[in-house]
């Protein structure tokens, strides 16, 4: 019987550090240069999904905080390619708003 009790809690714990790991991935947080403001990821989507950025494509998966310019980074694949272009769907942490940076590199390439 002592066992058992062992193995469950022993199970229990294992299960409680996987759930936080995942949390974690799930409530990731971009802070600001000052430190000072703090968003998590699931907040930038909805912002950007309620912005031109939602309008204009559909969010990634792939995302990353650059804390030199306070703002989530989230690659957008656009509804309408541009030649050259590469999308990203900027949120800014301090003033909750987001924009579409085409990152488009001028040239167009030779068909």
Known sequence: MNKIKLFTILAL???????????????????????????SISEA????????????????????????????????EPNVEEKGCNPSCIINVNIKNAEINWRCTGLLPVD
């Not at 714990?13 to 968003?39: H, P, R, Y």
């Not at 309620?50 to 998966?61: P, V």
């Open 13 to 39: 714990i294992f299960l409680m550090g996987c759930a936080q790991k995942l949390d974690n991935k799930t409530n990731e947080f971009c802070l600001s240069e000052s430190g000072n403001v703090k968003m």
């Open 45 to 76: 989507k909805e912002i950007a999904m309620n912005s031109e950025c939602g309008g204009n494509g559909s969010l990634k998966d792939e995302y990353y905080c650059n804390t030199g310019t306070s703002a989530w980074w989230i690659e957008l």
